[in-house]
DNA sequence: ATGCCCACGACACGTGGA
């Protein structure tokens, strides 16, 4: 079982390159995040066509994130548990059959939090404190789950180009780092950083200053595994030539493969 | 030292992204 995220940053502009993408990967399970629609504008039959089942949880001009699943959508949830007053759609969650056990898989599209400190700062730390709360939650219940998509988090000095100047940043600063590290130690495995050690592996180049020509990026879309899911991981990878093709997303494709 | 680019909404540039 393939299962990617791809923030694609609008999902009306980048309808053709996620079909383009999603014939040359071929992944049963993906998540969208910034589809930046509401829920009847989202181009559902263009991935009906691809064989693909579609949850939608839109949001007018921010936000909005979607799963698509070659696998029947056995049961699902939107929204992140845990503030019924917030109205950003970041959330989403489906359960399909796996060859032994159910798989669950949230996508999430987490705050950014610039700029911190601040208001949204804030949000971003109270929005991590939910997701781990859900993923206490999910672990009582010793199956394979999966939690992927943009967690707006640089793990390490090794995820992007120039510590130094990210140093203050939401997304690399000392408590984001502490508040994504509390998740790892629940016992969630990232999918990517288990199986490659290399430094400087990128998932997001800015659209400015040639960041993609000169390689600088960020890591911060991430798949992070339960024990069970982990047992069965066999695969990851950042589909990083997808930046390159024409009108591409600023994140592109990272997925992990299962022996599910 | 700063802005560079992109998408959105709805016409002009402000907001948000990261």
């Given at each position: 079982m393939k299962i990617a995220t791809w923030n694609v940053n609008s999902i009306k502009v980048r309808k053709e390159i996620v079909s383009d993408w999603l014939r040359e990967a071929e992944p049963d399970v993906v998540c969208l995040q910034e589809i930046k629609c509401v829920d009847d504008a989202f181009p559902k039959k263009a991935f009906e066509d691809l064989n693909y089942n579609v949850l939608v949880h839109g949001q007018k001009t921010y936000n909005g994130v979607a799963i698509l699943s070659k696998?029947?959508?056995?049961d699902h949830m939107i929204g992140l548990p845990g503030d019924k007053s917030d109205d950003q759609a970041r959330y989403a969650e489906i359960v399909v059959s796996g060859e032994s056990s159910p798989v669950r898989v949230g996508g999430l599209y987490l705050?950014?939090?610039?700029?911190?400190?601040g208001p949204k700062y804030d949000y971003k730390l109270a929005w991590m404190d939910r997701l781990y709360d859900h993923a206490a939650g999910l672990l009582a219940n010793e199956e394979p789950f999966l939690l992927i998509g943009d967690y707006n988090i640089i793990p390490h000095e090794d995820d992007v180009h120039d510590a130094e100047a990210w140093r203050e940043d939401a997304l690399f600063r000392r408590e984001s780092r502490t508040k994504f590290n509390r998740m790892v130690h629940l016992g969630l495995t990232d999918a990517y950083r288990a199986l490659h050690e290399d430094a400087h592996q990128y998932t997001f180049w800015d659209y400015q200053a040639g960041a993609w020509q000169k390689n600088n990026g960020i890591r911060i879309d991430h798949l992070l595994l339960s024990p069970q899911a982990a047992d069965l991981l066999t695969g990851s990878g950042i589909d990083a030539h997808v930046r390159g093709w024409e009108k591409p997303s600023d994140h592109v494709p990272v997925w992990c493969e299962l022996n599910a």
């Open positions: 696998y029947p959508i056995e705050p950014n939090g610039n700029p911190a400190p």
